[in-house]
């Protein structure tokens, strides 16, 4: 059973559906298919904890793009979401940092090894509007990037974003083929806390 059936049964249309990104138009020029299909997909909630959207990463290296996101629609810019933001804000405040990861995966990780405090701006550039939802809840903002010259890009344009606040900014690039997932998995949260306390400012 499709999930275009599924939501016909409850009444949602294929234009509805197509609308708000969850199908798209065939390729054949009739009908619609399911966009996220055979793909791992990943809730993206409003800062109320309401899904508005969804990130989806496929299974198979022959399934491109690796990760397919929900379009932009009235309930939804991605450039104002940080992925994680609805549960880890208490965290962050509490204890007046924020870590930002680039995607899904390395929130799950973190959070799976008790890192609490942990949000993805979820494959695009830190935007302004990004750090002002951080400035609400951190003094300090620790950017911690992929070990690949895609990560390197990413941390310079967070950087310039976040210098504009008044925020405390920290930036840990990780060897050359990590990320944050690879490190807790084999190094433990334990080497994670020590490359965010040993931060250059």
Sequence with gaps: TSFLEVAGRRQFSPEILSQSGLVSPSR???GHYDRFRQRII???SNLSGRVIAFGARSMSDEDQPKYLNSPETPIYSKSRVLYGLSRSREPIRRSKTALVVEGYMDVLS???ASVDNVVAASGTALTADQAQLLA???D???LIFDGDAAGSNAAVRGIDILLKTD???RVI?????QDPDSLVRES???ALDQLVNAAPA
């Design 188 to 190: 433990g949260k334990e």
């Design 28 to 30: 054949r020029g009739q």
């Design 167 to 169: 925020l405390d900014v």
């Design 42 to 44: 990943f809730p993206i």
């Design 110 to 112: 973190l959070v799976q």
């Design 140 to 142: 300090r903002v620790v």
């Design 136 to 138: 609400r809840y951190a």
């Design 173 to 177: 690039t990780l060897p050359d083929g």
